[in-house]
T-cell receptor
Framework: QKEVEQNSGPLSVPEGAIASLNCTYSDRGSQSFFWYRQYSGKSPELIMSIYSNGDKEDGRFTAQLNKASQYVSLLIRDSQPSDSATYLC??????????????FGQGTTLQVKP | DAGVIQSPRHEVTEMGQEVTLRCKPISGHNSLFWYRQTMMRGLELLIYFNNNVPIDDSGMPEDRFSAKMPNASFSTLKIQPSEPRDSAVYFCASNTGQGELQPQHFGDGTRLSIL
């Protein structure tokens, strides 16, 4: 079992729809979770972080965390063509101390069609 | 503020040559991470440093790969000898190294092609 799993996609949604991206992780002791966006040919950029169970909203983005189910998701409301990218889920594993080590999923490719 | 700076942006070289990738982390960041990204394997952590000390190099694929961090503002990843299967995008990232809640910030990457 991979430590962080994501459906590779592509996930295709029409412009204006809600895109739902999902991620599961195996390390039950993980405490911090991040979503990165990566445009083709570019480096990953942080878009959301979440540490507590529940929802965290930032503009059109909502991150959801359920530690009991070891599940974290990212919702993108009113999807735009400019949201088309690969979304990487990252988890801070237990035992990494204060170093900030992250384990990344393979990423989900999102396509927003005009 | 300047972000993570990597050089070169692109490197094309022949098999067997030595390749050196360079990284300057964000000033004040104490942790530095080297990643390799390919279509097949995604983003893989190769090695990371905290306060210039290598903490975990279990991701380094083999002895041909080595990394150093001689001071807080500079790190290198060296491949010697290089092979075609080393072709990938190599990213450097840094964070404050002050707790698990701190995100990593990535450089623009080095696109490496071994012919």
């Amino acid at each position: 079992q991979k430590e962080v799993e994501q459906n590779s996609g592509p996930l295709s949604v029409p412009e204006g729809a809600i895109a739902s991206l999902n991620c599961t992780y195996s390390d039950r002791g993980s405490q911090s979770f991040f979503w990165y966006r990566q445009y083709s040919g570019k480096s990953p950029e942080l878009i959301m972080s979440i540490y507590s169970n529940g929802d965290k909203e930032d503009g059109r983005f909502t991150a959801q965390l359920n530690k009991a189910s070891q599940y974290v998701s990212l919702l993108i409301r009113d999807s735009q063509p400019s949201d088309s990218a690969t979304y990487l889920c990252a988890v801070n594993p237990t035992g990494s101390g204060n170093t900030g080590k992250l384990i990344f999923g393979q990423g989900t490719t999102l396509q927003v069609k005009p | 503020d300047a972000g993570v700076i990597q050089s070169p942006r692109h490197e094309v070289t022949e098999m067997g040559q030595e390749v050196t990738l360079r990284c300057k982390p964000i000033s004040g960041h104490n942790s530095l991470f080297w990643y390799r990204q390919t279509m097949m394997r995604g983003l893989e952590l190769l090695i990371y440093f905290n306060n210039n000390v290598p903490i975990d190099d279990s991701g380094m694929p083999e002895d041909r790969f080595s990394a150093k961090m001689p001071n807080a503002s500079f790190s290198t990843l060296k491949i010697q000898p290089s092979e075609p299967r080393d072709s990938a995008v190599y990213f450097c990232a840094s964070n404050t190294g002050q707790g698990e809640l701190q995100p990593q910030h990535f450089g623009d990457g080095t696109r490496l092609s071994i012919l």
